[in-house]
């Protein structure tokens, strides 16, 4: 899915004003039996938000200088941006399936300060996110020639952070992060292998594909469950438009797909959109670059040989978490879902029978 705060949404998204900050008739608890909770468009939501937007910024000392814009809106997530004494700010809102991030990037703010976007508030109930404008991201400003140095250096990073984390894993499930773990993804498979409707998008003959592989994840599963890898958080998104530079460091955000698990399985994107922008066939030098600086930061909890294994298991399961997330945001929709993300979840779960990106 894509980024939806802290940064600049750029160019080709929609401009429709979502009005002004301002007051409402009806208080939150009134509105709460009458409007949905991601009914982004209704007028009685947009003045509900905007009003706690402006009360949190005042609060800061940087009230807004004028409308609240809606500068992007998803099925899944809607963002508003809001001009300030102190510059842009961004606020976020996310459907309830995905509510979490709210909570948790606030959380996230407290363990690990400076290696991640701090917000300036937070309603975790409703899953409201307000943060500061971050400036450009990552791939906004590495040159291709710099691509690959780059990235080794972000993910090298974003592992430092993974196992940082792993002591607040606890936290985080009490808090509502969804539990991929890996002995879990099994039982989750089946379930989603259930679903009529999942059936009807797979199709029978990648249904039976599918059913036919899911022995396999199992066994998988059961192997990292048992391979003294911690779990931690899990991006499930990690690109570089997830990332602000930020001098020689990194600060990453956007954990709307997030999810507890195995951490190795943040390669399945990375290395898929590190390999798509660096045009990396699969088996070349710099894929396992890629992987290897990665993995450094695991070093001291298994061999080399050991990690590498874990890191290809991990990018196979991790399609289930993929599906989780989609189902997750495509549930109850605050907008149509467009024909390339309907099917999100079976082609997901279809890509199970593909060999890993590394």
Not at 142 to 151: E, F, G, I, N, Y
Not at 292 to 320: H, I, K, N
Request: aromatic share 6%.
């Amino acid at each position: 899915m894509v980024s939806d705060a802290g940064r600049s949404p750029g160019p080709g998204l929609s401009g429709k004003s979502g009005g002004t900050a301002g007051g409402s008739a009806l208080s939150w608890r009134a509105m709460d039996t009458t409007v949905r909770a991601n009914a982004w468009d209704d007028p009685r939501w947009q003045a509900s938000a905007h009003r706690w937007v402006t009360e949190r910024l005042t609060a800061h000392g940087t009230p807004p200088t004028g409308a609240i814009e809606e500068v992007r809106v998803r099925p899944w997530s809607v963002t508003h941006r809001v001009p300030t004494t102190a510059g842009v700010a961004w606020f976020k809102a996310n459907t309830p399936g995905c509510a979490y991030e709210a909570g948790l990037a606030a959380s996230l703010a407290a363990w690990a300060p400076g290696r991640v976007l701090a917000p300036l508030a937070v309603d975790a109930s409703r899953g409201w996110l307000l943060t500061a404008d971050a400036g450009p991201t990552l791939r906004e400003v590495v040159a291709k020639d710099r691509l690959l140095p780059t990235w080794t250096a972000m993910l090298q990073s974003y592992a430092a952070l993974q196992r940082d984390l792993a002591a607040h894993t606890l936290e985080m499930l009490a808090q509502g992060v969804p539990d991929h773990r890996p002995q879990h993804l099994p039982a989750r498979l089946t379930a989603l292998l259930a679903d009529p409707r999942i059936q009807a998008d797979l199709g029978p003959d990648r249904q039976a594909a599918v059913n036919e592989v899911a022995t396999d994840v199992a066994g998988w599963c059961a192997e990292l469950s048992a391979d003294g890898i911690p779990a931690t958080l899990q991006h499930d998104d990690l690109t570089d438009a997830n990332v602000f530079p930020d001098g020689d460091r990194f600060r990453f955000f956007d954990w709307g797909d997030s999810s507890v698990a195995h951490p190795f399985g943040s390669l399945l994107v990375a290395i898929g959109f590190a390999a798509y922008l660096l045009e990396l066939d699969p088996g070349v030098p710099e894929r396992d670059r890629l992987r290897d600086a990665y993995l450094e930061p695991w070093t001291d909890l298994a061999r080399p040989a050991g990690l590498r294994r874990s890191a290809s298991l991990a990018c196979r399961v991790t399609r289930v978490s993929k599906a989780l997330a989609w189902q997750r945001a495509l549930h109850e929709p605050a907008v149509p879902v467009d024909p390339d993300v309907r099917t999100a979840v079976a082609d997901w779960l279809g890509e199970l029978t593909e060999p890993p990106p590394l």
